[in-house]
Every structure is written in C-alpha cells, then in structure tokens.
C-alpha cells in the first residue's frame, strides 16, 4: 500500500521560509503530476504549485515568485519551498500526486505564518 507522508510544517514568522517535504512509501508508477494544495479555516481547498511528469510548473497568482515546487523522482519525494511567508500562506498543506490510475494524498501538515 503506497502511502505519502509529510513533514516540515510548522509555526514561522512573517517573511520567514519553510520546506516541505512529502515522500511516497514506493515506486509510484505512471505519474501524471505531483502537486500541493492548502486548505484555510473557513476556505475551500486550492492547488497551490504542481510540476507535471515532464518538468512543468504552475503555481497559484498568490505564491508565484515566492513558493518553489521540485522533485526527486528516485526518491518519489516532492517538496515545497516557501519564503517570503505570509499570514495568508496559514493553512494546512497537502501532497498530491495525481497517477493514470488515481490520486494519492499526504496527511496534511499545518503551516502557521505568526509574529
């Protein structure tokens, strides 16, 4: 059974930098995209950055230039890195990883972006 795990959440202050990380327990084959969304007290859950099989990447208007998506295919791993952190970026983060047979999620790791 593939699992994802994730870690490196955590409480940051304002313009602080936080990665996260989120590795598959096995190979995963056939992967289409690997991604993360946030999901805020109160808001619908939103995809924040994905990278396509191929290297492609789009993030959300509201971290583009601040959040970095990458990957390490040997390791199944995906990470997230986040600077320039916002109040706004608060929210609990989770991995996707989108196959030809279907999607796998992380736990979620709750992010807090605090003075």
């Known amino acids: 059974q593939v699992q994802l795990v994730e870690s490196g959440g955590g409480l940051v202050q304002p313009g602080g930098s936080l990665r996260l990380s989120c590795a598959a327990s096995?190979?995963?084959?056939?992967?289409?995209?690997m991604g993360w969304y946030r999901q805020a007290p109160g808001k619908q859950r939103e995809l924040v950055a994905a990278?396509?099989?191929?290297?492609?990447?789009n993030y959300a208007d509201s971290v583009r230039g601040r959040f970095t998506i990458s990957r390490d295919n040997a390791k199944n791993t995906v990470y997230l890195q986040m600077n320039s952190l916002k109040p706004e970026d608060t929210a609990v983060y989770y991995c996707?990883?989108?196959?030809?047979?279907?999607?796998?999620w992380g736990q979620g790791t709750q992010v807090t972006v605090s003075s």
């Open positions: 096995g190979t995963i084959f056939s992967i289409y995209a």
């Open positions: 990278i396509t099989s191929g290297g492609s990447t």
């Open positions: 996707n990883i989108r196959t030809r047979g279907r999607d796998y």
